[in-house]
Every structure is written in C-alpha cells, then in structure tokens.
C-alpha cells in the first residue's frame, strides 16, 4: 500500500498565525484527504482533497480556514489559518488507491498558543 | 456521519481472543465494513475489510453476520501491543467517517 509522509510530525505556534502541513505519497493515488482529531476524541473528515480542482468541505469547515491544495496526484497541503488554542489537535492526511484501501499518514500535532 | 456503534471500550487478557463487535444496521448493499485501529499517537493502521463473507488475514479475523447487520473483529491471540482504539467503519472506499471506536486493552 502506499507510505506517506507528513510533515512536519509537530509545531507550536502563536494564535493568529497559520501554518502549512504537507503530505506526500510515494505512489499516485486515487483520492487524498485531511482529518482532524482534537484531544482524546475520535477523526474528524475535513475535506476531500481534489486534485486541480477545489477541495470538498464536509459540514463545519470552510476554506478560508482550512485552505487545502493538491497539485498532482502525490501531494497536498492543509493550510490552518489565523489559529487560536481551539485548534489545537492532530491533522492527519489520507490517501485511498483503489483496490488497497486507505492509508494514513502519522498526523501532525500542532499546539496554539 | 458514522454508521456504526461499538462499545467504548474492551479488556482483554493476553494471549486469549478479544472479539471487538460492531453494529451496521443501516449498511447499504454497496458498502464494505473496515476495521483500523489507532495505537497512540500513531496514525490509524489499516486491519481487514469485508463486504459479505468472512475474511482472515495474518492480523485478525472479520466475521459479518448474514444480515450484514453487525460484525465482529477477532484478534486470535492478543499481545500487549494489541492495546489501541479500534474503529469499524462502513463504506465504499471513498470518505471514510469515523465513530468513536472501541478502546482495547490487552491486561498482562
């Protein structure tokens, strides 16, 4: 099945900032999405990351917060924007290939401070 | 939104089965049932699916009742490593919505 890479693993950073998490995979895969998972709490689908084309959004996040690119068909980015404590969680990315299932990256752990 | 109930959480001694069950009662004839688990901290590592029979591999065993309604993971021989939430999820391999899964711990 396919790895991937996410990075980085960890950050702290200051309210009102954003940072870019990126996700690579070692093979072209089908679909590629991002997941949340705030403490002690079960994963969360953020979005459907479509390759040049916008990214699909479930209910409750929106892309001027959680702005997501995927340029080809082995890479994307979560973008979490002007960040307060309450976004403090693990955001995980995930890639399907069609016959092998999903598979998930190791999350990044980001702290707001 | 998730489809599934499991219990919240599970104990089982080391080297006996846990049997992890999980109710589906709304799967659709088109959707598989997939079990993760997520050790902590890591990120959640694929087990075994199936869509109507029973499955095995080195992991684990997935049994799916006839109606399709439920089903139960086995872990044969369970090892401390074993300790982790588990989540069965139903789908058809496109977005994956996560329950609250099923805490396991394997007791010395």
């Known amino acids: 099945s396919a790895v991937i890479s996410q990075k980085p693993s960890r950050d702290i950073c200051q309210r009102g900032t954003s940072l870019t998490i990126q996700c690579q995979v070692d093979s072209q895969v089908t679909m590629m999405f991002w997941y949340r998972q705030q403490p002690g709490q079960s994963l969360t689908l953020i979005a459907t990351?479509?390759?040049?084309?916008?990214?699909?959004?479930e209910s409750g996040f929106v892309i001027d917060k959680f702005p997501i690119s995927r340029p080809n068909l082995t890479f994307s980015t979560l973008t979490v924007s002007n960040m307060s404590p309450e976004d403090s969680s693990i955001y995980l990315c995930s890639a399907v290939t069609l016959g092998e299932g999903y598979t998930f990256g190791s999350g990044t752990r980001l702290t707001v401070v | 939104d998730a489809k599934t109930t499991q219990p919240p959480s599970m104990d089982c001694a080391e080297g006996r089965a846990a049997n992890l069950p999980c109710n589906h009662s709304t799967i659709s004839g088109n959707e598989y049932v997939y079990w993760y688990r997520q050790i902590h901290s890591q990120g959640p590592q694929y087990i075994i699916h199936?869509?109507?029979n029973n499955e095995t591999n080195e992991m684990a065993s997935l049994i799916i009742t006839e109606d399709r309604k439920s089903s139960t993971l086995i872990l044969p021989h369970a090892t401390l490593r074993d300790t982790a939430v588990y989540y069965c999820i139903v789908g058809t391999g496109n977005q994956f919505y996560f329950g609250t899964g099923t805490s396991l711990t394997v007791i010395p």
């Open positions: 199936g869509l109507k």
């Open positions: 990351a479509n390759q040049g084309s916008e990214a699909t959004y």
